[in-house]
């Protein structure tokens, strides 16, 4: 079964398109704006509608944290593990 990290990196891939890259390609670690993958603002509202349908999570309309989750994978897959965690407690 792959990690929540892996889930999130194939989500990625699949939801923008990048026919070059693999989950293995992407760190957990790295940026996913500017520096990392390079995404872009319109690449989050993407990436975020998709989480939201796939996971049932609502985002916060607080710009900071949204920053702070869409980090790198490792974030999202943090912010991810403890909205499921907390729906299902």
Same mark, same amino acid.
């Given at each position: 079964m792959p990690s929540l990290e892996d $889930?999130?990196? @194939?989500?990625?891939?699949? =939801? %923008? @398109? %990048? $026919?070059?890259?693999? #989950? !293995?390609?992407? $760190?957990? $670690?790295? #940026? %996913?704006?500017? /520096?990392g993958l390079g995404?872009?603002?319109?690449? !989050?509202? /993407?990436?975020? =509608? !998709?989480? @939201?349908?796939?996971?049932?999570?609502t985002l916060s309309a607080n710009a900071e944290e949204n920053r702070r989750h869409f980090e790198s994978v490792r974030a999202l897959a943090n912010m991810i593990g403890e909205n499921v965690k907390n729906e299902r407690s």
């Open positions: $889930e999130i990196k @194939q989500l990625i891939i699949d =939801v %923008l @398109q %990048l $026919e070059d890259i693999t #989950p !293995a390609d992407i $760190e957990s $670690e790295a #940026p %996913l704006f500017v /520096e995404l872009d603002s319109i690449d !989050a509202l /993407e990436l975020g =509608v !998709a989480i @939201q349908k796939r996971y049932g999570i």
